[in-house]
């Protein structure tokens, strides 16, 4: 479990460093949101899976949750790709201008991240496997 949790924070960080490149606080919010709902999803499975720990910490009813917050990380996500391709999303200011997207490649990945990079290349590929995605040997 540790592993893996170094894994995700390490990870977290090499995220949040390349939002900051982007500062766009409408993207951040929405990048923020997906992972929030996330952890959310997570938590809220884990902490009902005992029926007698008490539901009054949570608003939305247990049998809505996991499709609410879905559908939530689902529009988070959507919203977060049209800033990222410059159009405009209703409620959110400023989507990001086309053509400043930072230039990223494992290599300078790995010359600003020199701490996490490593992480973020691990959690990449333990996603992929788990999608049953293998990386092809050169």
């Known amino acids: 479990?540790?592993?893996?949790?170094?894994?995700i924070e390490n990870s977290l960080n090499v995220i949040y460093g390349i939002?900051?490149?982007?500062?766009?606080?409408?993207?951040?919010?929405?990048?923020?949101?997906?992972?929030?709902?996330?952890?959310?999803?997570?938590?809220?499975?884990l902490y009902s899976a005992n029926p007698k720990n008490p539901q009054g910490l949570f608003s939305v009813p247990f049998r809505l949750f996991n499709g609410r917050s879905n559908a939530a990380q689902e529009i988070a996500i959507s919203n977060a790709a049209?800033?990222?391709s410059g159009d405009r999303v209703e409620g959110l200011e400023h989507p990001v201008e086309k053509g400043t997207a930072p230039s990223l490649s494992p290599d300078k990945i790995t010359k600003e991240y020199p701490l996490f990079s490593t992480s973020l290349f691990n959690l990449i590929q333990n996603s992929e496997s788990r999608m049953g995605i293998r990386k092809k040997p050169k």
Do not use: D, W
């Open 19 to 45: 939002l900051q490149e982007y500062a766009s606080r409408p993207l951040t919010g929405e990048i923020s949101a997906f992972l929030n709902l996330c952890v959310y999803r997570v938590f809220r499975l």
């Open 1 to 7: 479990p540790l592993l893996n949790k170094k894994l």
């Open 82 to 84: 049209c800033l990222l």
